[in-house]
């Protein structure tokens, strides 16, 4: 790499330093791809979403195994860059394993925002952890499902702010235990 970067001059050698600064130079100083710098520039998904966006303003394949591997810049460059469904990275945005063990609210946050942005509708696939925080099980019912969630209001009832709100603009009733009772009487009723 220090043979390549003799080649260059004093501000693209500084430049390909790190995929930031690279990205950005060829951004705002060459204006265009720059060949030379996307190796160094797709070695982060960050950058190298946004160099997919920006600058070459379409898909990178080269770039597409690191991007993928990272929920939330996965998320960015199907809604951004692909304008659909971008079936490699849907496991990653689903799990979002890098929060997923320790905190189920930033692991929902991707899952949920790419079943709005991308899909549009209804994520099957990472319901079952959309479903573990309630914030999030509750965003999704208002605004994907546009209804109840049965098999979220389990976790919704543990957040008394969370089942509030789910109850008065989800279900449209006064209180978490309105809900609970509308669930017992439609129970008995599929029983009978």
Known sequence: MVKKLKQFDTKQAKALKTAESAYKYAQSVIKGRWPEAEMVI??????AYKY????????WPEAEMV?????EWAH???????????SEAEKVIAQNPEFLAEDPYWACYQAYFYARDVIEGRWPEAEKFIVKDPSWAYYYALAIIKGRWPEAERVI??????????ATEVCKEKDMASVVRLNTVRARQKSR
């Open 42 to 47: 797709a070695k982060n998904p960050e950058s």
């Open 52 to 59: 997919a966006q920006s600058v070459i303003k379409g898909r």
């Open 67 to 71: 991007i993928a591997k990272n929920p």
């Open 76 to 86: 960015h460059y199907a809604r951004d860059v692909i304008k659909g469904r971008w």
């Open 157 to 166: 009832a543990k957040s008394k702010f969370w089942a509030h709100k789910y």
